[in-house]
């Protein structure tokens, strides 16, 4: 069974930079794609983006100046870095396993299929 | 970007009955491989979100078969049969065609 752990400050200042990093176990971040999701307390989920294992990354347009994700195949974990964090980036940061990857040229893709239990970071100073 | 709009945001279900729960993309999730790039996720009170339906139609593994995807192109349908206490929660539909949105959510309760 894959397992997904958020890990990093739960307070960050206003101007600063939001680190975290998701570590899998029962898998492999050698495959598949790899995503971070964001849900800003009482409200909806907020794809941030995502990252495959080759490294090739796609982001919120509306993120996507602020935003860096990368992966480490060797450490088996992958990181979101999120600059210039204001007071509306406080939310509960999921990563997710996205089951989905090419094969001679084609797509497959079955979801996000393992979330991890998320982490609350809150911006203030 | 694709716009998700789910209907209704609240649903009251008594017991044993059925719930639908309606979302509608901006622009067709249809695929040229004939695939519908529409998800259904749940997220149970305190709980991540989990993955329910895959493709517009595809059970995930595990899920019970009380639950049901349906819909093609902008229209899409969860159905939920024979509701159960443990079905509460607020349910998502999200698009994968282009960059991920999801819908605003839909949250189920016992009446």
């Known amino acids: 069974q894959v397992q997904l752990q958020e890990s990093g400050p739960g307070l960050v200042k206003p101007s600063e930079t939001l680190s975290l990093t998701c570590s899998v176990s029962g898998g492999s971040t050698s495959s598949y794609y790899w995503s971070w999701i964001r849900q800003p307390p009482g409200k909806g989920l907020e794809w941030i983006g995502n990252i495959y294992y080759t490294g090739s990354t796609n982001y919120n347009p509306s993120l996507r100046s602020r935003v860096t994700i990368s992966v480490d195949t060797s450490k088996n974990h992958f990181s979101l870095k999120l600059t210039s964090v204001t007071a509306a980036d406080t939310a509960r940061y999921y990563c997710a396993r996205v089951a989905a990857f090419w094969s001679n040229y084609n797509y497959y893709y079955s979801g996000m299929d393992f979330w991890g239990q998320g982490t609350t970071v809150t911006v203030s100073s | 970007d694709i716009v998700m709009t789910q209907s209704p945001l609240s649903l009251p279900v008594t017991p044993g009955e059925s719930a639908s729960i309606s979302c509608r993309s901006s622009?067709?999730?249809?695929?040229?491989?004939?695939?519908?790039?529409l998800d259904w996720y749940l997220q149970k009170p305190g709980q991540s979100p989990q993955l329910l339906i895959y493709l517009g139609s595809n059970r995930a593994s595990g899920v019970p078969d009380r639950f049901s995807g349906s819909g093609s192109g902008t229209d899409f349908t969860l159905k939920i049969s024979r509701v159960e206490a443990e079905d509460v929660g607020v349910y998502y539909c999200m698009q994968a065609l282009e960059t991920v949105t999801f819908g605003q959510g839909t949250r189920l309760e016992i009446k």
């Open positions: 622009q067709s999730l249809l695929d040229s491989n004939g695939h519908n790039y």
